[in-house]
């Protein structure tokens, strides 16, 4: 067997264990995690009033590495009144290539809002389908194209995905808490591959602290995930500008034995754009750290409303 083919079948190995072996990495992480909440939790959906949130997350993960992960997510969620309850639906994409594997979900989320004192708690649930799939395109075997190790085929399986949680927002502080993939959802690849998912969950915190400064706040806030196997600890400190409508941010994150993150934010009309870079802490090192991009948009939805019954009068024309 020639050495280039010996690579190649290391390699592609590496890739499919990663891929398969690997749960405790199969929902992939966004740096500024305090900004995507309907994608870790679907009790957030609809907690603020009167406004539709839309989300875009891109990140550009372990930069200079061949095939390195490149993920994606749009979501947008709302309130709404039914019965004099307060109620909330979202809905997410999520796109994920890594090496010749893509990890793809689409979901629909609904909670149930309630009051309680100054704050809400929200109790949502997450129905969605997941797909998993390979494409050995770019796999050359040179003339040995017979080896029964490598498929010639691309290869996809797809399966139901559910999640549930509870989040508490209060106008001082947040908490929250989500399990996914409750279904431990299994993919078939073919007749001989098959990818297992755990389920993983979350637990996310945060507390605003007002300064003597009416125009500077500071939010410490944490995110935690495990699938009992593996665990992820992110403890954040960000410094908030306020001035009238823009809110300027810049934050640390740090992840013990993994990471240092580096953010920053800006809030304009409604509109936030975010950016954070991830330094790995391991032999990898800063330069092949990880790239993470945001925009959100917050919608005052009661423009409809304010729109609807305004009319003129002859006298005054």
């Known amino acids: 067997m ?4 010996i690579l190649k079948y290391i390699i592609f190995i590496c890739l499919f264990f990663c891929a398969a072996k690997g749960q405790a990495q199969f929902d992939a992480r966004f740096s500024q995690y305090w900004e995507v ?4 939790h679907p009790g957030w959906v609809g907690q603020t009033d009167n406004k539709m949130n839309i989300y875009g997350s891109y990140g550009m993960q372990l930069m200079g590495f061949t095939h390195a992960p490149r993920v994606m997510y749009f979501g947008a969620d709302m309130p709404f009144t039914l019965f004099n309850k307060q109620h909330g639906v979202g809905v997410g994409f999520f796109n994920e290539g890594i090496g010749l594997f893509r990890n793809q979900r689409f979901w629909g989320q609904y909670a149930y809002q309630m009051k309680i004192r100054k704050g809400k708690l929200g109790i949502g649930l997450q129905v969605g389908m997941l797909t998993v799939s390979f494409d050995p395109s770019d796999i050359n075997l040179g003339d040995e194209t017979d080896d029964e190790a490598f498929p010639t085929a691309a290869e996809s399986g797809m399966a139901v995905d559910l999640g ?4 508490y927002s209060h106008p001082k502080f947040y908490a929250g808490f989500s399990a996914h993939h409750l ?5 078939s690849l073919g007749d001989k591959s098959q990818i297992k998912i755990h389920p993983i969950f979350y637990l996310t915190g945060g507390y605003n602290i007002q300064t003597r400064n009416p ?7 944490m995110q935690l995930q495990s699938d009992f196997t593996s665990t992820r600890l992110d403890v954040t400190g960000r410094l908030f500008y306020t001035y009238h409508s823009r809110v300027l941010s810049g934050g640390l994150t740090y992840s013990p034995d993994t990471s240092v993150t580096f953010s920053f934010g800006l809030t304009v009309r409604g509109v936030t754009l975010g950016y954070a870079y991830e330094c790995f802490t391991s032999k990898i090192g800063v330069a092949s750290g990880s790239h993470d991009l945001l925009v959100r948009y917050a919608l005052d939805l009661n423009v409809f409303k304010k729109n609807r019954n305004l009319h003129k009068s002859v006298r005054i024309l």
């Not at 020639?2 to 083919?5: E, G, T, V």
């Open 164 to 167: 549930l949680g509870g989040y």
């Open 37 to 40: 909440k309907g994608y870790y």
């Open 2 to 5: 020639k050495c280039s083919r």
């Open 183 to 187: 279904t431990a959802p299994r993919v």
């Open 215 to 221: 125009l500077i706040s500071i939010q410490p806030s």
